[in-house]
């Protein structure tokens, strides 16, 4: 019913940056919180940011200061701009987003998601 549909990753240098874009679509009534999670190899997934459909924000503090999260009501889309990259910031990073459908129980959703390196 909902698909979500990131865009953006790829290898970068440290200190580089990237952003990374996460678009919703289906049948969608309303959407309330996104965010952003990542996930490097043998540790588990965690969230980055965070953002509600008013604006309200949240980071990891680890991003914090580095990372900006945005989003675009009107066209479904939650960005994430990554700056001062840092090797450890290397993960597949994951969209997510809690959808109101048209007929059908609200629900979070995932996207396929993307992978960032950071390397030299």
């Known amino acids: 019913q909902v698909q979500l549909v990131e865009s953006g990753g790829g290898l970068v240098q440290p200190g580089g940056s990237l952003r990374l874009s996460c678009a919703a679509s289906g049948s969608i009534f309303s959407i309330y919180a996104m965010g952003w999670y990542r996930q490097a190899p043998g540790k588990p997934r965690e969230l980055v940011a965070a953002i509600t459909r008013g604006g309200r924000k949240n980071y990891v503090d680890s991003v914090k200061g580095r990372f900006t999260i945005s989003r675009d009501n009107a066209k479904n889309t939650v960005y994430l701009q990554m700056n001062s990259l840092k090797p450890e910031d290397t993960a597949v990073y994951y969209c997510?987003?809690?959808?109101?459908?048209?007929?059908?129980?609200?629900?979070?959703?995932w996207g396929q998601g993307t992978q960032v390196t950071v390397s030299s």
């Open positions: 997510n987003a809690d959808v109101a459908v048209l007929v059908g129980p609200r629900d979070d959703y």
